[in-house]
Every structure is written in C-alpha cells, then in structure tokens.
C-alpha cells in the first residue's frame, strides 16, 4: 500500500492543509490529541527521522518551531508538544517523516489521550486561528535562507 502523507503531499488524497513551502506540508491531524494537533511532513518520503538527510530535518524542525511559538507566544497555550515517533515499537503508525506539534491548552491526562475524529467544524476553527500568524513559519525559513512557496 502506498504511503498516505506522500498522496497527501501529492493533492491526491484529502487533508486539512495549514501551510505547504519549503518542503513541508503542515496538516491538520486526522485524530487529534487537542485543539490544534498539527503533523509537519517532508514532502519527500523518508521513513522516519533516522532516514531524512540533515537539511530536510532542519526544514522541518524550523517549521515545527514556528508553530509552537504560534501558539505560545501569539495564542497564548501555556504548553506544546513537539515530537516524532521512529519505528513502530515508537508508535510510528504511519511510515513518512513527520513531527507532531501539540498546542496544550490544558493538563492531559495522558500524552495520547484525548484522541478524537478531527470534524469540519472544529478543522475550520484550527485554519482560521492560524491563518493570521502562518508569516512566523516564512520568517522562520528565511531566516535560514530557505525560501517557501
């Protein structure tokens, strides 16, 4: 079976796209753990975080970064998760690089807990939130010299 992110990356298959530049795709995940979970892809297909060479790390690191001072500093979550998951023995379920940015806006239970089918509603919510603050990720990249779309 082909891999879901690269058919995504594609336009192939559907997703709650926040940001695309620079390599990188930021979607909405499909089951978040809160309010905001976003997944920031490669747009190439490397298995994990062990595979990607070091400038497609940094893509996607300096993007991930970005988000999570989005919604520190501009909205105002007092925690955010930022992590990847390497093998299923991880909890790897999908085998494409990608980084989970989780806004906290409350103290979960669990790290995982909380998971739910990402509605529309709530999908719309989340893209019109960012909308107004997705310029810290182009800022992010040019202040490294990589230019978004």
Same mark, same amino acid.
Not at 42 to 63: K, N
Not at 123 to 128: D, I, Q, S, Y
């Given at each position: ?6 058919? @995504?990356?594609?336009?192939?298959? *559907?997703?709650? =796209?926040?940001?695309? *530049? +620079? +390599? ?12 905001? $979970?976003?997944? &920031? ?6 298995? +994990? ?8 790390? &940094? ?16 909205? *105002?979550?007092?925690? %955010?998760?930022? %992590? =990847?998951?390497?093998?299923? =023995? ?7 690089? $990608?980084? $989970? &940015? @989780? ?10 807990? *909380? ?17 107004? $603050? ?12 990589? &230019?978004?779309?």
């Amino acid at each position: 079976m082909e891999c879901v992110f690269c058919r @995504i990356v594609r336009g192939e298959e *559907g997703s709650y =796209t926040v940001y695309k *530049g +620079g +390599g990188v795709q930021v979607i909405l995940d499909k089951y978040p753990v809160s309010k905001g $979970h976003l997944l &920031v892809l490669s747009e190439d297909h490397y298995e +994990g975080v062990q595979e990607a060479p070091p400038e497609v790390l &940094v893509r996607v690191w300096l993007v991930a970064s970005a988000l999570a001072r989005i919604y520190r500093v501009n909205l *105002g979550a007092p925690g %955010v998760n930022i %992590v =990847t998951n390497s093998g299923s =023995t991880a909890g790897q379920v999908i085998f494409h690089f $990608h980084v $989970h &940015v @989780i806004p906290r806006w409350t103290q979960p239970k669990g790290f995982w807990s *909380g998971r739910h089918e990402l509605s529309d509603e709530e999908a719309k919510e989340v893209l019109e939130m960012l909308k107004p $603050h997705l310029t810290v990720i182009d800022e992010y990249l040019l202040s490294m010299g990589i &230019v978004g779309e």
